[in-house]
């Protein structure tokens, strides 16, 4: 059963969905994504400059400062920052015991499919001119973020660059086509992703490009020679399947997979971080997962590769 601290994602959401389709502004306790997200504590925020666009070095007390997790935060092209998005790493950081480097992207109104990819790309070989090896290096992302990873890798793939040694999706956007059958099963319980909104989020950022190129879906995509994935979403959400389908696609071309479904929650309910117990689980199970990935100890190896969280 959900905790009753995760029901501010749900209210959240729902309160979302009302004024999104009535056309009135959010509340103020509704505007800001990041007060789902309790402040994790000794961990410091940094800037930088990366392109045209800033990003944000997360740095938690005692973590190792060669190991970092590329974070690519949600929004649906549309929203999210790494302002938003920065207690919720902190949390992810601590856990693992790494630094991480929030970066951003173009919203749909700035530029089009593909620029978005390649902007990510450029993070990833940011990282590697300032010292970072690729072994050392995982790549993290949450909704279109997650999606923007997973392209960006099998982008480096194609390039015969060397690949981050692993990769986290929370709650994926990995199909802008919209063809999971989780649209139609979860609608009456995912108030603010209904496939209209859906498809209206993918026509802004694809500008008449195809919904089914494997770049802007990678569940149409060769997935062959990625790194190890783990792919987390919530029972609940719209789009569960499009984590379904990827991890599916993924075994199959011979990836190391981990699909993590947790039940009655909604789209990333891990930024609930440090307030929902599902949320502080979630980030517990990925970072025992991904630890020894990066050479860290002190953490069990993962045990299983798909399994439904109780």
């Not at 990366?50 to 007390?61: E, F, M, N, R, S």
């Not at 071309?253 to 993590?260: I, T």
């Not at 517990?284 to 050479?295: D, S, Y």
Request: hydrophobic share 45%.
């Amino acid at each position: 059963m959900d905790s009753k601290q995760s029901l501010a994602n749900k209210i959240y959401y729902e309160t979302n969905a009302e004024a999104w389709r009535s056309g009135r502004e959010l509340p103020p306790e509704a505007s800001e994504w990041s007060v789902l997200t309790a402040e994790p504590g000794g961990v410091d925020y940094v800037e930088t400059n990366l392109g045209d666009k800033t990003a944000l070095w997360v740095q938690p007390k005692l973590a190792a400062r060669d190991r970092v997790m590329l974070y690519v935060h949600g929004g649906g092209y549309v929203g999210g920052s790494i302002w938003t998005h920065r207690k919720m790493v902190g949390h992810l950081a601590k856990a693992v015991g790494c630094y991480a480097l929030i970066v951003t992207y173009d919203y749909s109104f700035q530029s089009k499919f593909p620029r978005q990819i390649e902007q990510v790309v450029t993070a990833f070989e940011w990282l590697a001119e300032q010292g970072i090896g690729p072994e050392h290096t995982i790549g993290a992302g949450d909704s279109a973020g997650a999606g923007l990873i997973i392209a960006a890798a099998m982008k480096l793939r194609d390039a015969g660059r060397p690949l981050p040694a692993a990769l986290l999706s929370i709650s994926g956007w990995h199909d802008l086509s919209a063809s999971g059958l989780s649209y139609d099963a979860n609608r009456e319980k995912d108030a603010f992703f209904q496939k209209a909104t859906v498809d209206m989020l993918a026509a802004q950022v694809l500008g008449g490009a195809d919904a089914r190129n494997p770049f802007a879906s990678p569940i149409f995509a060769d997935l062959n020679g990625l790194p190890p994935i783990c792919l987390q979403a919530g029972e609940d959400e719209t789009l569960l399947d499009d984590s379904r389908v990827l991890a599916d696609r993924a075994k199959a071309a011979g990836v190391e997979v981990r699909l993590e479904v947790f039940p009655g929650m909604l789209h990333s309910f891990q930024m609930m971080a440090g307030r929902a117990p599902e949320a502080d689980d979630a980030i517990e199970r990925f970072a025992q997962w991904v630890r020894p990935k990066l050479g860290l100890t002190g953490a069990a190896a993962a045990r299983g590769e798909s399994h439904e969280v109780a």
